[in-house]
């Protein structure tokens, strides 16, 4: 409450008063040792208080097997804080009825008032929250600042009874027109009558549409307030106004509830209607059961759309991704030999080695040349460059490991990234290698050949590490040169001390 508002409503004279029971009632709320006896006498002032006390303990909410005949048993039965809430509710609910309205529609008021009051209560239910009565309570009374402030403002209202069915609107007018909305006038009144403190937050809250997920049960009341009205518009407002779905999507949003933990929750508030309108002596929805079917049918059809949105977009989703594999192939692919080109070898060995640097693990380069290259161009010719270039890449695909790399290293050299071998792993991937191009005849264009190949290789390990990638990759073709010098086909290990030749760099 702001300084300014409480200035602005004290130079208004004409607000409610509690009446005398509720007045006893609010006192014995404050009072840290209350007891039976003391409760008991304080509704015994109002014979009909009792009355409806009596209905409500008998009535399907508490499902007792023994009837409660006496006020004494009834009090057992509800317990001292929810028999306090429940007298207060019926203590103000028939003072504050029988005031003349200036401009608020009293029936429409006090029906989302009811309406509001069990739909909190459900709501408390749903999420396992103890004070039950309290949050009728305060469901009941959170929008008591339009009955405050059309007293004190009479002109406020008049001439507004279509947006009155409207509650965001409402306030929105009271803002325009007064600075403030109901819900802080009513928070300051309910604190003016020394109302418990959890009621009065409760109603100065009640307009705040917070979507985070509850926090704690302080936090939970204030939220099964805060909800109730939109839940109580479901039941009040015309087929094409009930904002069901949006108060399904909050209740899941701020609870944790699906969809069809709301609708039990409707189905609850449909329940305890009669017995409501009963002890409250008023009419609140007429075909309630219709109104939970229709709500249910709504949501079983926006459950299917969603399903069938979530298909597509699933679908969307697959398509994108393999149009970006398709798209990553073509910009990391040679596409001459179909391994990966020589920008994608250089980021992907520059990752492996900083990765097996920083957790001391082994990593490999192997470099493997065509022999004789242009001995096999003379044979096939050079417009089957291509063709020798992708059964190589093939060949030596089919012989590393999984998580090897293979990529196109210059004009008749490959390259192998081997990601965690140490030197005996790769001289078996080597080995492999050099046997099947030893081995495979390839065919290309009606000629029959083998397509040797020279490797060489080096290991970056804890025991000897490099300084950097390209380091690494220049022992590997090192140990090329090396072979190439002892024949075809050969198989070289880089050995380190020995002087390096002149060779060009990743």
């Known amino acids: 409450m702001t300084p300014e508002l409480d200035r602005h409503l004290r130079s208004f004279t004409n607000f409610p008063s ?15 040792n209350l ?38 048993q009834a009090l057992v039965v509800l317990g001292l804080n929810a028999t306090l809430a429940l007298s207060l509710s019926f203590s103000l ?3 504050l009825r029988g005031a003349k309205p200036n401009g608020v529609n009293h029936p429409l008021y006090w029906r989302r008032s009811l309406l509001c009051g069990i739909a909190a209560r459900s709501l408390g239910e749903a999420t396992g929250h103890s004070f039950l009565e309290e949050l009728f309570l305060a469901g009941l009374v959170q929008d008591i600042g339009i009955l405050a402030l059309d007293r004190a403002v009479p002109e406020l209202y008049r001439g507004t009874s279509e947006l009155q069915r409207q509650h965001r609107e409402l306030a929105a ?4 027109k007064f600075g403030h909305d109901h819900a802080e006038v009513g928070a300051w009144l309910l604190q003016r009558w020394n109302m418990p403190l959890r009621l009065t937050e409760a109603v100065g809250h009640s307009h705040r549409q917070d979507i985070r997920r509850v926090l704690d049960a302080e936090d939970c009341f204030n939220r099964c307030v805060a909800l109730s009205g939109a839940l109580a518009d479901v039941f009040l407002l015309p087929a094409e106004d009930r904002p069901c779905l949006e108060v399904a999507q ?26 409501t309108e009963s002890v409250f002596e008023t009419d609140l929805v007429e075909d309630p059961v219709g109104i939970v079917e229709q709500a249910r049918e709504m949501l079983m059809l926006r459950h299917s759309q969603s399903l069938r949105d979530l298909t597509e977009l699933r679908q969307e989703v697959a398509s994108l991704t393999q149009r970006a594999t398709a798209l990553d192939e073509q910009v990391t692919r040679d596409p001459v030999s179909g391994a990966y080109n020589r920008s994608y070898l250089e980021r992907c060995l520059h990752e492996q080695f900083e990765s097996a640097t920083r957790e001391g693990a082994a990593l490999s380069i192997a470099v493997c040349d065509i022999d004789d290259f242009q001995r096999v161009r003379d044979r096939v010719g050079p417009e089957s460059d291509g063709h020798v270039l992708r059964v190589t890449g093939a060949l030596l695909a089919g012989c590393v490991r999984r998580m090897d790399t293979v990529a196109r290293y210059d004009a008749d050299a490959f390259a192998v990234v081997l990601p965690q071998a140490d030197e005996a792993a790769a001289r078996e991937v080597c080995q492999r290698i050099v046997i099947a191009s030893q081995t495979t005849r390839h065919s290309i264009h009606a000629e029959s050949l083998s397509i040797t190949l ?5 290991t970056h390990h804890p025991g000897h590490r490099f300084a950097n990638a390209e380091a690494l990759v220049k022992a590997a ?4 040169q090396k072979a190439k010098l002892q024949g075809t086909n050969q198989m070289v290990v880089y050995e380190p001390g020995r002087p390096a030749p002149r060779v060009y760099f990743l």
């Open 173 to 176: 007018h009271e803002r325009k």
């Open 454 to 458: 020279s490797v060489g290789y080096a």
């Open 250 to 275: 909050q209740v899941e949003r701020v609870f944790d509830l699906d969809k069809e933990r709301f609708a039990s929750i409707l189905d609850r508030i449909s329940s305890v209607l009669p017995d």
């Open 477 to 480: 073709h090192q140990a090329l």
């Open 93 to 95: 609910v028939k003072s």
């Open 35 to 72: 007891e039976l006896g003391k409760v008991a006498a304080a509704i015994s002032m109002d014979p009909a208080l009792v009355t409806k006390v009596l209905r409500i303990a008998n009535s399907p909410l508490y499902a007792q097997r023994r009837r409660s005949e006496t006020l004494r």
């Open 18 to 32: 509690p009446p005398g029971v509720a007045t006893k009632l609010i006192e014995l709320a404050q009072d840290p």
